[in-house]
Structure formats: structure tokens, C-alpha cells
């Protein structure tokens, strides 16, 4: 009810991977502030939208109990968990790709194995989210 916004809307800004959703206060970090995935997977968007519903499906609930300020500390505990299960193999995985493309030894190696066994790609996108329900 009194949020308000902290300064000036940017468009876009530096690319910071990992993962920092664990938070206190009674505020909760969602989107990139929670954690972001190296654009490579073109996971952001998603994980935005995502964390957000797995968030205020949480403080629904809390507010069907009472909406007590005591207990936003394990409403905190509970997201960040859900959050790092439902998003830390897509961060990890788009390290791992992003660092991976950074090194032209290393992505002409891999090429000729790619070609060879194309079900790589799948597992890679599996590894990266693109398969993950995190929403029902």
C-alpha cells in the first residue's frame, strides 16, 4: 500500500548474474533483484513473471491467516526456498552457457559433438528452464 518507486525508470541495465533473493524487512525481491539468468537463455522475462505469482501466491496466503507481521519472516524463508528450487539450475546453467560462448576454442570443439548428437540441445534447454513449471 505505500510502496513507491526508488528513482528514475531505466530501460535496461548492466548484466549482473546470480542469485539474491534472500531478503528482510518485509520486502521481497523479485525479477532481477531476486536473481537473474544470463540473457544467453532468454529466461528473464519468464522468471520475472514467474517469481512474482510464486510471491503473491505466498502473501495471499499469508493474508488468509491474518496477514500477521511476525510471521513475514518465514513468508520470506518459504519464497526465497521456492525460488532458488524453481530457478538456481536456470542461473547456473546460463553461466555455465554464457562462459562457455566466451571461449571460441571452446565452442569450435563443441560444434562438431553438437552436430553429432543434436538431444545435447534439448538437455541444454531442459538444464536451462525452458522445461521447468514453476506456475500450474
Not at 102 to 122: D, E, I, K, N, Y
Amino acid at each position: 500500500a505505500h510502496a513507491q518507486r526508488g528513482g528514475a525508470w531505466l530501460a535496461a541495465g548492466p548484466i549482473r548474474p546470480g542469485i539474491r533473493v534472500k531478503s528482510s524487512g518485509g520486502l521481497f525481491r523479485v525479477g532481477n533483484t531476486a536473481g537473474e539468468a544470463h540473457p544467453v537463455v532468454a529466461e528473464g522475462i519468464s522468471m520475472a513473471l514467474q517469481s512474482s505469482s510464486l510471491l503473491a501466491s505466498r502473501l495471499i496466503a499469508w493474508k488468509q491467516r491474518g496477514a500477521k507481521h511476525a510471521e513475514l519472516s518465514a513468508v520470506q524463508r518459504d519464497y526465497a526456498a521456492v525460488w532458488r528450487k524453481s530457478f538456481a539450475s536456470r542461473i547456473w546453467a546460463s553461466n555455465a552457457i554464457a562462459h562457455w560462448a566466451m571461449h571460441p576454442g571452446a565452442v569450435a570443439f563443441s560444434l562438431p559433438l553438437v552436430r553429432c548428437f543434436p538431444a545435447v540441445l534439448t538437455w541444454g534447454a531442459r538444464l536451462a528452464g525452458k522445461a521447468t513449471v514453476v506456475m500450474r
